[in-house]
């Protein structure tokens, strides 16, 4: 039987899974049924004569025959796209800045990892993200776009849904070993929290820890998600966080899994008179794709 040949569409699909870190992930970036990807990947797998991929809890990692391919298919991607650009022509190039702002935590633990996505589809665009733990008015141009966790009201923008934030509590091992592990809500009384600060206490999170904890212990509190994370790290207590930016953190595990704190539902939000602009529409493409990761 003949050793399958290398072909860029499954150095494609590896590049899609690459930057989702799932399956299913890759198969909704690229509009496929996620058993096309695993069978395109097992195809890649058996040209090489190696794996690419290791499965993990949180979705797959690369292995070091996958790192080796990376920057390979990397550099073809980046090939493949600049003969695109100059067949089109020069006036296809999407240029100029795009202001955007999410939280802390969406632009630390998520948009970050993927910028290099967007660096390498248009070159010739500047990001400018705001991180704010305001809520920027895009009706007064304060900036372009916004990923907001709550639905915005404003007839002038466009919004629409692209996940949800899921929530759970955690606590890093240190923490536990030190301070034992909760068996029962019950015992949340006896432990300390890392939090939002009190002004932020309407969050949904926030309302349903006070239903838990009558008087929680606060040994943190912020007004930004990323502080709170790194508190929680390094042991400064238990964190309703949110599961994805959790399972980026490998000293953080979940306790009393078998809570919910409310999920959030995150919005991806843009003046009605801004959406159809080049380079507005070039960030918003990148978004939708990258907000996936949330379902993933």
Same mark, same amino acid.
């Given at each position: 039987?003949? =050793?399958?040949?290398?072909?860029?569409?499954?150095?494609?699909? &590896?590049? !899609?899974? %690459?930057?989702?870190?799932?399956?299913?992930?890759?198969?909704?970036?690229?509009?496929?049924?996620?058993?096309?990807?695993?069978?395109?990947?097992?195809?890649?797998?058996? !040209?090489?004569?190696?794996? *690419? &991929?290791?499965?993990?809890?949180?979705?797959?990692?690369?292995?070091?025959?996958?790192?080796?391919?990376?920057?390979?298919?990397?550099?073809?991607?980046?090939?493949?796209? !600049?003969?695109?650009?100059?067949?089109?022509?020069?006036?296809?190039?999407?240029?100029?800045?795009?202001?955007?702002?999410?939280?802390?935590?969406?632009?630390?633990?998520?948009?970050?990892?993927?910028?290099? +996505?967007?660096?390498?589809?248009?070159?010739?665009?500047?990001?400018?993200?705001?991180?704010?733990?305001?809520?920027?008015?895009?009706?007064?141009?304060?900036?372009?776009?916004?990923?907001?966790?709550?639905?915005?009201?404003?007839?002038?923008?466009?919004?629409?849904?692209?996940?949800?934030?899921?929530?759970?509590?955690?606590?890093?091992?240190?923490?536990?070993?030190?301070?034992?592990?909760?068996?029962?809500?019950?015992?949340?009384?006896?432990?300390?929290?890392?939090?939002?600060?009190?002004?932020?206490?309407?969050?949904? %999170?926030? =309302?349903?820890?006070?239903?838990?904890?009558?008087?929680?212990?606060?040994?943190?509190?912020?007004?930004?998600?990323?502080?709170?994370?790194? !508190?929680?790290?390094?042991?400064?207590?238990?964190? *309703?966080?949110?599961?994805?930016?959790?399972?980026?953190?490998?000293?953080?595990?979940?306790?009393?899994?078998?809570?919910?704190?409310?999920?959030?539902?995150?919005?991806? *939000?843009?003046?009605?008179?801004?959406? =159809?602009?080049?380079?507005?529409?070039?960030?918003? +493409?990148?978004?939708?794709?990258?907000?996936? %990761?949330?379902?993933?």
């Amino acid at each position: 039987m003949a =050793k399958p040949t290398l072909s860029w569409d499954d150095l494609r699909i &590896f590049l !899609a899974v %690459q930057r989702r870190s799932s399956h299913g992930g890759a198969a909704r970036l690229l509009g496929v049924d996620p058993s096309t990807v695993g069978r395109r990947i097992a195809v890649l797998e058996a !040209a090489l004569g190696a794996r *690419v &991929f290791d499965r993990t809890p949180t979705g797959v990692t690369l292995t070091a025959e996958g790192g080796a391919l990376l920057s390979r298919a990397t550099r073809m991607e980046e090939e493949a796209l !600049a003969l695109e650009r100059e067949l089109a022509g020069a006036d296809a190039r999407v240029t100029g800045t795009a202001r955007l702002t999410a939280s802390d935590g969406l632009v630390h633990y998520l948009l970050l990892p993927a910028l290099d +996505e967007l660096r390498r589809t248009h070159p010739g665009l500047t990001l400018d993200l705001r991180p704010e733990a305001r809520s920027l008015d895009l009706a007064r141009r304060e900036a372009d776009i916004a990923i907001r966790l709550v639905r915005p009201r404003s007839s002038s923008l466009v919004a629409r849904r692209c996940g949800r934030l899921r929530q759970g509590l955690y606590a890093s091992q240190s923490y536990l070993a030190r301070r034992g592990t909760p068996r029962s809500p019950a015992d949340l009384e006896h432990h300390d929290f890392v939090g939002f600060d009190a002004s932020l206490d309407d969050l949904p %999170q926030a =309302k349903w820890l006070g239903r838990m904890v009558r008087e929680p212990r606060w040994t943190l509190r912020a007004s930004t998600t990323t502080p709170q994370v790194l !508190a929680c790290v390094q042991g400064a207590g238990l964190a *309703v966080l949110s599961t994805f930016i959790a399972a980026r953190e490998p000293r953080l595990v979940p306790v009393l899994a078998s809570l919910h704190p409310p999920d959030r539902e995150v919005w991806l *939000v843009v003046h009605q008179d801004l959406r =159809k602009t080049a380079r507005i529409a070039a960030v918003l +493409e990148w978004l939708r794709g990258t907000l996936q %990761q949330l379902e993933g």
